[in-house]
């Protein structure tokens, strides 16, 4: 998900989509997540350069600029990448499960897409320099993951 890449018109792996013996056509995943990186910039800088992005294929969007993290040896570095965007919406994930034990996992994707912070303004297109865009437009809940929200929606379930 690193390649400023429309995942809507490009073919993109792994992804949701799936054959299923002696059915006709692929089948969706229901429980599988696209993840957008956000940078640490508010505004119109606030989606990673890098990040891919898609209306229909990427579900929402999550820190992965500049994030700290353990490495080999007992040491710690900053990386980014849908890599580092993705750990933090599984986290949320497993907090909801660990407090909901019985929630599936369809229905903690329905609670991670409604409860996003939605991001109401324009904001530089990944892979542009200047083309400006709604950050709505760049994934299917426009907005980032946010355990607050989601916990509490969890709840309502």
Not at 93 to 112: D, F, G, Q, R
Request: hydrophobic letters at 35%; proline letters at 6%; charged letters at 25%.
């Amino acid at each position: 998900g690193n390649n400023s890449a429309d995942n809507d018109k490009i073919d993109h792996y792994p992804v949701e989509k799936y054959a299923k013996k002696k059915l006709c056509g692929k089948k969706r995943a229901n429980n599988w997540i696209e993840v957008g990186a956000l940078s640490f910039k508010q505004g119109k800088d606030f989606p990673a350069v890098f990040s891919n992005y898609g209306t229909k294929e990427v579900d929402l969007f999550s820190p992965g600029v500049a994030i700290y993290s353990t490495t080999p040896d007992n040491s710690y570095a900053s990386y980014q990448g849908t890599s580092m965007a993705a750990p933090v919406v599984a986290g949320v994930a497993a907090v909801i499960k660990s407090y909901y034990p019985k929630l599936s996992p369809k229905k903690i994707k329905k609670i991670l897409m409604e409860s996003v912070t939605p991001i109401n303004e324009k904001v530089i297109k990944p892979g542009t320099k200047e083309e400006m865009v709604d950050f709505s437009s760049l994934s299917v809940s426009g907005g980032t993951v946010n355990l607050y929200n989601a916990l509490k929606l969890a709840g309502m379930e």
